[in-house]
């Protein structure tokens, strides 16, 4: 519920989706001219893919930062954005190449850290920049279909190349950086709701592990097929 509490914005733009995903589904369907298959048999090959969402850190376990700090981080929170291209193979399968940046990942650290003059215990202020680059398959499952109109629960797996630059900060004014950068692997579900046109919208959750923290990310995503 504190999460629910700090993202009234987010909580708008959801209750937004759900209104267009509803107006999607319930107005009138045209079928495609000459075409035995309605609109949805037959999906774009291509689509482009928006998405802007909020994340939160799930990990609370201790983590050492390259040697010099051990701890915990407390209250991980901040925003993502999301562009992605994805091409669909078949009727409910596609592969999604995307580009993600968290923005700056604020944050408190508690423990211990080496700032140059040996280990000091405390609660420290800590910034992450953290951006990357996402290959992932998404299957869809329908789960509505109407006409042009379809719904589908959709599950999404791969893998992330991320590079974090982290920022640290005693009450004194004295700083730790550090810079990393891996591969690992992410997966989401959700929904997508797609009405007339080439238009459609997704609901999605999603985990990423960056730097030994298991992040998770609401999004809200609008997709253009082509």
């Not at 959801?14 to 075409?35: H, M, N």
């Not at 992932?136 to 109407?146: E, R």
């Not at 730097?211 to 995503?221: G, S």
């Amino acid at each position: 519920m504190k999460i629910l509490r700090r993202n009234k914005t987010f909580l708008s733009a959801l209750l937004c989706f759900l209104a267009i995903a509803s107006l999607s589904l319930t107005t009138p369907s045209t079928v495609y001219a000459g075409d035995d298959d309605t609109a949805g048999d037959k999906p774009d090959r291509w689509y482009f893919s928006l998405g802007i969402g909020r994340t939160w850190d799930i990990d609370q376990t201790d983590q050492t930062i390259g040697g010099v700090a051990t701890g915990r981080f407390d209250n991980d929170d901040g925003q993502i954005l999301r562009v992605s291209f994805g091409l669909t193979f078949f009727k409910y399968f596609a592969v999604e190449f995307g580009i993600v940046n968290f923005g700056t990942l604020s944050s408190r650290y508690v423990g211990t850290v080496d700032f140059g003059a040996g280990g000091v215990a405390g609660n420290f202020s800590t910034k992450e920049n953290i951006n990357g680059i996402a290959v992932t398959a998404v299957w869809h499952i329908p789960f509505y279909k109407k006409g042009s109109r379809v719904a589908t629960f959709f599950i999404k797996g791969g893998a992330f190349r991320w590079r974090n630059k982290l920022k640290m900060k005693d009450g004194l004014g004295a700083t730790l950086t550090r810079k990393t950068d891996d591969v690992d692997p992410t997966a989401s579900f959700g929904i997508q709701v797609r009405g007339e046109g080439a238009s459609a919208f997704r609901f999605e959750v999603q985990r990423y592990e960056i730097d030994d923290k298991e992040i998770n990310t609401a999004m809200i995503n609008f997709l253009y097929y082509y």
